[in-house]
């Protein structure tokens, strides 16, 4: 607080009313996001070197001896089905290069499974549930879909909140002439200052990346990424609907028939092919996909029924090289070709920002600076958690106090409801606690204590 502000009497009581209402709203947003903070920065730390891990523990399904020649992706996938007695090919996925295996997802009565193939040899390297891979594993831990639909939707409010965090914590941070808490840290651990410094220090260095990793993450959200993907096709800004406009379709999205499909395509329909005469065959369309400059390591789904399309797709590192070609699969002619180059303006940059989410645009590079940025979200949750347990009264929550200034508090609350338009599931969250508030400090009860 300045010293002309506290000078001047109204002003001071209104700077000091705004302060506390962003302090009680950062707190709240902090008291619901945390938890589910950490797991998002533990599980996107490790999410980072996805590739390194496949690469060395599980090198030994992942990494294979160069050789000469591979052999046909038709009998890799045979012998991947043999390995699962009773199985179904799904999906075939080429060696990203040379040292790598090739992927095989076979379906189960039990669930379908991914096989690890030696291209050269033909020798199956291993097996795994599809919802067991590491890889698998942690994605879906980090956006709670490994717990069901619910949770999914507990990140996206999540997701909403912690822009909320980042925005009022900037507030709180600004200096007010203040000799510590802006770049140093007062104090030694066992005081609380040390512990708010560390948090608001922390907070504001990575305050920015925070935000983008937040902002960056929510298209992939089931509720406000699926509107937005669809909002952004509907005006010419996402994938180019017009591609599909001389093609029939199926009622199949590209993401229910692939392993790993982009954000851009995942909703655009599968087209369907023409019945007639013998199907090209797996070894065909994957020359094709090769033949016709699709990056290595793609994907390829097999037909589901006689209508049925080989879909090849590909999401590299390097998003100018993502495409997805649906092959009609007894002419093994394309139905549909779709480049990065044809994605709409809107689906160029959310894809930026998706990779350089993931680590993927400038190599280590990136996947440090994403680290750094995971690191710091555990630092300022652990130590906004020490520095709350050193302030709360006894037997308390220790909620910040409410303004004295009440309007000011309902003017900056109908802000933050505002912004709860824009990321609905976000909004309700902030909505439910609002009225829990409420009812806490206005009907008397053992809980206004607690609460206080």
């Known amino acids: 607080m300045t010293v002309s502000s506290m000078a001047s009497g109204k002003p001071y009581y209104l700077s000091l009313s705004l302060y506390r209402a962003i302090w009680r709203w950062h707190f709240f947003a902090g008291l619901l996001v945390i938890p589910f903070m950490l797991n998002l920065a533990i599980t996107g730390s490790l999410y980072l070197f996805k590739d390194e891990i496949d690469n060395t523990v599980f090198a030994y399904r992942n990494v294979v001896q160069p050789r000469s020649e591979s052999l046909a992706p038709s009998l890799l996938t045979d012998n991947a089905k043999a390995a699962v007695p009773g199985s179904k090919a799904l999906r075939y996925q080429s060696p990203g290069d040379p040292t ?206 006689m209508k049925g399309v080989y879909t090849a797709a590909v999401f590299p590192d390097d998003i100018a090289k993502q495409r997805t070609i649906h092959f009609d699969q007894y002419s093994g002619n394309p139905l549909v070709d779709l480049k990065f180059s044809d994605y709409g303006a809107g689906a160029k940059a959310i894809e930026f920002g998706i990779g350089v989410h993931q680590g993927q645009y400038w190599g280590l590079a990136n996947q440090l600076a994403m680290l750094a940025t995971c690191l710091a979200i555990i630092l300022a949750s652990v130590s906004a958690v020490v520095m709350w347990w050193k302030r709360r009264p006894s037997g308390r929550l220790g909620v910040p106090p409410m303004p004295q200034q009440k309007s000011v508090f309902v003017v900056f609350t109908l802000v933050i ?16 606690m609002l009225i829990l508030d409420q009812l806490i400090t206005r009907i008397p009860s053992p809980l206004q204590r607690v609460f206080s």
């Open 100 to 305: 790598q295996s090739a992927k095989v997802t076979v379906g189960t009565p039990d669930g379908n499974v991914l096989v690890f193939v030696d291209p050269y040899s033909g020798a199956v390297l291993g097996k795994v549930g599809e919802e067991e891979e590491f890889s698998w594993v942690v994605k879906n831990i980090h956006s709670l879909e490994y717990f069901g639909l619910a949770f999914n939707r507990i990140v996206e409010a999540v997701g909403g909140l912690a822009l909320v965090l980042v925005i009022t914590g900037f507030y709180l941070w600004w200096p007010r002439k203040q000799t510590g808490g802006v770049v140093t840290v007062r104090g030694t651990p066992d005081k609380r200052v040390f512990w708010r410094d560390l948090h608001a220090v922390t907070g504001a260095a990575a305050g920015a990346l925070i935000f983008f990793l937040a902002i960056s993450g929510m298209p992939w959200s089931g509720y406000w990424g699926d509107k937005l993907n669809t909002t952004l096709s509907g005006y010419g800004l996402g994938y180019p609907a017009q591609l599909w406009d001389d093609v029939p379709v199926s009622k199949l999205q590209t993401k229910q028939v692939l392993g790993n499909s982009g954000w851009t395509v995942e909703n655009a329909p599968v087209p369907v092919s023409t019945p007639g005469g013998t199907p090209v065959g797996l070894d065909r369309i994957v020359a094709s996909a090769a033949a016709a400059g699709m990056t290595s390591g793609f994907e390829v789904s097999l037909p589901a029924g």
């Open 417 to 432: 409801l505002v912004f709860g338009i824009a990321f609905p599931l976000s909004g309700f969250a902030i909505l439910g």
